[in-house]
């Protein structure tokens, strides 16, 4: 778990000094900059670049004892008023963004993209009502690489759009209670397993390599797309139905 803690922290513009400075403060008391540098084996003037920057983010705070500074982790759930910080920041320049975006990718263009960012962002903006999406094959662990949200997510949207949905999954795949509850999505499975799994929506394929890092291959072609339905319908024939 302390792995994810990393990555996300990273992910946050972190570096590896405040890190290090960070992770060590969570676990220790209160303490001075020379304490968590010789934890860590930092020098101190490495440990007070780090401490400025931390408690600029409001990760930790500055504690005056006396005649000397200690510092100490916030409330755990510091983290998680950060993001949301940023995320009224961004709702703030949403509109902005909207306005000088130009997002529209060429026919016939192919784009690779990394991590689940993009797959998140691919599956907020291709959902739309009426219009058929085809998914296969889902590996039996995607939940388990991807987390619960992606089933989730594509569920609900499904779901409230009431979107023509087709779903080939992997014969051993066993997280099929939320698309079992839905009415839009016709279920088959079959017996093959893959670290790669296919979306074809309209006139752009998806297809999504559960590698490390997570790869995104985007390709939009109405020839190809056809080309890769007739490829799903051939999967579905030979597929078995629902096993639920």
């Known amino acids: 778990m302390e792995d994810k803690l990393i990555e996300l922290l990273r992910s946050l513009g972190l570096s590896k000094n405040e890190i290090e400075v960070y992770l060590d403060l969570l676990k220790n008391k209160a303490s001075t900059a020379y304490s968590i540098g010789s934890r860590i084996n930092q020098h ?14 409001g990760f930790i705070v500055e504690i005056q004892e006396e005649s000397r500074k200690l510092y100490q982790t916030k409330e755990y759930t510091a983290i998680e ?3 949301k910080q940023k995320q009224v920041e961004l709702q703030q320049i949403t509109p902005y963004l909207k306005n000088i975006s130009n997002t529209t990718m060429p026919t016939g263009a ?44 594509i569920n609900e949207k499904i779901i409230k759009s009431k979107i023509p949905t087709k779903i080939i999954y992997s014969k051993n795949f066993d997280t099929m209670k939320e698309i079992s509850k839905n009415p839009s999505a016709e279920k088959k499975y079959i017996n093959e397993e893959t670290n790669i ?10 297809l ?3 590698a490390n ?6 390709l939009k072609n109405i020839d190809i797309a056809e080309g890769f339905k007739s490829r799903f319908r051939t999967f579905w024939e030979k597929s078995e139905k629902d096993k639920d």
Not at 45 to 56: A, C, F, G
């Open 44 to 57: 101190r003037p490495t440990v007070y670049e780090s401490l400025k920057k931390l408690m600029q983010k």
């Open 81 to 83: 008023e950060y993001l």
């Open 110 to 153: 192919i784009s690779v993209s990394y991590g689940l960012t993009r797959l998140r962002t691919i599956i907020s903006n291709i959902l739309e009502p009426n219009q058929e999406i085809l998914i296969w094959i889902l590996p039996k662990n995607v939940d388990e690489i991807l987390g619960d949200w992606f089933l989730k997510e």
């Open 197 to 206: 799994f296919t979306i074809v929506y309209k006139d752009i394929v998806f």
């Open 208 to 210: 999504i390599v559960l």
């Open 213 to 218: 890092p997570i790869t995104v291959i985007e």
